[in-house]
């Protein structure tokens, strides 16, 4: 695909998307069927079954980790206040995405808070969407008190 056609796309006023994540994977199929090199139904099939694949692939991890929870529930060791801080700074370290995994454990601890009534003339407001924009201006870990 020319990066003429890629630039046309991009700024068509009738095209708003905005794409992330593998954009030019995307742009390829659409030039693709433009062009009649792939059958739109076909390719619209096989995207779907690897939607499927994954989402499959999504439910047995879930389960997996339910099964992990109870078993750790059902432990007799003690669940010392060391031990869950070490998890959780643990999984902020080794994940991808450690600056939402903060956000949510902070989150966390603020609705504990509130269960507890620290905050008698407001409420925690529900956490949003994690945007690429949130990353760039620091807004990382806000907690809004309404």
Not at 6 to 13: A, E, I, K, Q
């Amino acid at each position: 695909m020319s990066e003429l056609h890629l630039r046309v796309f991009r700024d068509s006023p009738v095209y708003k998307a905005n794409l992330r994540g593998a954009r030019r994977e995307w742009l390829t199929i659409v030039e693709a069927i433009e062009t009649n090199e792939i059958h739109p139904e076909v390719a619209l099939q096989y995207l779907l079954s690897q939607l499927l694949n994954q989402a499959k692939v999504f439910r047995d991890l879930a389960s997996q980790t339910l099964e992990n929870i109870k078993k750790f529930l059902a432990s007799p060791e003690p669940v010392t206040q060391k031990f869950i801080t070490e998890i959780i700074l643990r999984h902020i370290n080794e994940s991808d995405y450690a600056s939402r995994i903060m956000e949510i454990a902070m989150h966390s601890l603020f609705q504990a808070m509130q269960e507890y009534q620290v905050f008698p003339d407001g409420a925690l407001k529900p956490l949003s969407q994690m945007r690429s924009a949130n990353k760039k201006h620091g807004n990382i870990g806000d907690i809004d008190i309404l």
